[in-house]
């Protein structure tokens, strides 16, 4: 097994990555735990990349943000079925419903992903600071891509009325509700919603894109859809404890699994869920969890759905991240979960699914 990984490590710096961190945990894991880092977590310096490091995750932000609003379902102060309308009103279509912007089913056509998605203007307003209208303005604009529920995008605009729907209910912003409802409980100390601060605690990796040095900038530019910093061991204890039910209701625990049943817009079958992401490898394996990619990093977090296996795991790419799941997180899930290196797992029928969008 170990093989396998390290394999799919492979040797960095290379043409690919500056670094990989990688960490294997569960039950099924020899010893419980195995890591690996891999490479320089600063090119200029030669500082080696240690399995502590934290790095920006990106996408796997959401997931947070939708783990206080199912929480909020939970104690009774909305319902998934409410329409935004009610709790926002005029800001959005009023035929969008709260569980719709959890699994992006909304219908809001989100050309500012295309934006963001375009390192020249990323690197030419990555210091400045926005708001979540600022963010919301271009997809407000426009018109539904679909009609609410009848197919799935992921867009980050869904996840900016998420969390400004957190606040309307609590009267707090939702980086707030996260520190209280999940970093404090579970000790999570290296996770950080940083706001504006273009800073990561030391130790860190930095980030690249396109050859710039991009570690350093304003993370209100991501907002709920991808500002926090974190590492690998964290990740891990805050998906034992997500999937695990000892952050939510049991009924709010499996809406994370509760796919809408619609299709993607790229004709594929939707594969998000409330919270998280479902993939089917290439040998029928199915695990949970959730990829992110903001510019200069990408990061991952994935497991079974019984928590035997669970991987999670950063990379500092040469180039920019794309929509598409990076050659090393594809070998990095093949090797973690696929049915060639664990006899034992748990089968079921489905084509492969898509790669994670950030």
Known sequence: MNEHLLRAVG???DADAYAVLARLTGPDVPGGVWTAAEGVADPGTGEPA????????????????????????????LDLSDPVERLLPGLLHPDITVRQLLDHTSGLAD?????????????????????????????RR???AFAPGTRQQLTRANYEAVALIIERITGRGYAREVEDRVLRPLGLSAT??????????R?????????????????????PAGEMISNLPDLDRFLVALVGGELLPAAQTEE??????????RGHAGYAAAGLDRLVLPDGVEVWGMAGVVHGALAGMVTTRDLRRRLTYAVSPTERGTERLPPVGQ???AAAFSERFWPTARMIPGAVAPDGEG
């Open 142 to 144: 426009l018109p539904l």
């Open 50 to 77: 240690g399995p502590l490091h934290g790095f920006r995750i990106g996408g796997v932000t959401k997931v947070f943000v939708a783990t206080v609003l199912l929480g909020l379902v939970g104690e009774g102060a």
């Open 203 to 223: 130790p860190h990796l930095r980030g690249y894109d396109l050859g710039v040095d991009v570690t350093e900038h304003n993370p209100s530019i991501h907002g």
């Open 11 to 13: 040797r960095r710096p």
């Open 111 to 139: 050309e500012s992903d295309v934006r963001y998605n375009d390192t020249a203007w990323f690197l030419e307003h990555r210091h400045d600071t926005f708001t979540a209208y600022e963010r919301l303005a271009l997809p």
């Open 192 to 201: 950080s919603l940083p706001g504006t601060d273009p800073t990561l605690p």
């Open 331 to 333: 070998r990095l899930l």
């Open 256 to 265: 994370l699994f509760r796919l809408p049943g619609v299709a993607h817009v």
